[in-house]
């Protein structure tokens, strides 16, 4: 609750907010859905940021946070990391930045200090699944917000059926345990991928093959997961980003090339 309506007061007031994604194939989807559920209610001033494996690691970054400060950021929501950054939590929120953490990872002894976290691992969590993979509970704050603010924003009911893809694709990636929720999940997140309706991924499945109507989970975890990973130990991992976020025709096949080449490259 306290997270979707810190968001809802963000759009509000046009303030500027980073969505903050780990560079895997958990992280990125993840982003994805918070993305186009920002898009989808029309909201322009964002930016997706997400760090690179090589030059920054994993988590939140006291030099990105310092650029969200002098850019004026007011809002971080991290997809898949931020449980044990306290220090970089503690910067942006001294700095008028409401940092809200969406991750899965083990909480350390001390959580940082943000706005809010919504993490179902951590102590005192009600929430009855503890085992979502990091793009799994990015879904659930999108559907909250959808929930909550729909009627308002003109969402359709059931809009957020179609980010199920980005969510399973996350869980099978993980591999986080298919019981539950993540069974759940990954189930009917298969037959959104089969209706394939982001043109990046109809690229991606066409250059390595994939015949989308025939999808099984095996296409994913050794097929399309690679690729998406090879973004980010080769090169970018915006690039994974942008091929699952486009509604280019062109750059979707510019893009499924380029992870083709490089995850041929990685191998």
């Known amino acids: 609750e306290k997270a979707v309506v810190r968001i809802f007061e963000a759009t509000q007031a046009n303030e500027k ?77 001294a700095n008028g930045i409401d940092v809200i953490i969406t991750d899965h990872h083990l909480p350390h002894e001390h959580l940082p200090h943000a706005y809010a976290i919504l993490n179902p691992k951590q102590n005192g969590d009600s929430y009855p699944y503890d085992m979502l993979c990091g793009a799994g509970v990015a879904f659930k704050l999108a559907t909250a917000f959808a929930k909550k603010y729909g009627e308002f924003f003109k969402i359709k009911d059931g809009e957020e059926k179609w980010w199920l893809d980005m969510a399973a694709i996350g869980t099978l990636s993980d591999m986080v345990p298919l019981r539950g929720e993540n069974r759940v999940i990954a189930h009917f997140g298969m037959k959104v991928l089969k209706k394939n309706r982001r043109v990046g991924l109809q690229k991606l499945f066409t250059k390595a093959k994939v015949d989308s109507s025939t999808l099984v989970e095996e296409d994913i975890t050794f097929t399309i997961a690679p690729r998406l990973n090879a973004a980010s130990r080769m090169d970018s991992p915006r690039r994974a980003f942008e091929l699952l976020a486009t509604e280019s025709e062109t750059e979707a096949g510019t893009l499924a090339d380029h992870l083709a080449t490089i995850n041929d490259e990685r191998k």
């Open 17 to 93: 907010i980073i969505i903050y994604g780990d560079y895997d194939c958990d992280g990125i989807p993840g982003s994805v859905i918070l993305h186009d559920l920002l898009k989808k209610i029309g909201y322009e001033n964002f930016d997706v940021y997400i760090p690179d494996r090589h030059d920054e690691g994993y988590g939140l970054h006291m030099e990105a946070i310092k650029n969200f400060i002098a850019d004026d950021v007011k809002l971080i929501i991290t997809v898949d990391l931020g449980t044990s950054d306290v220090t970089q939590v503690a910067e942006a929120q």
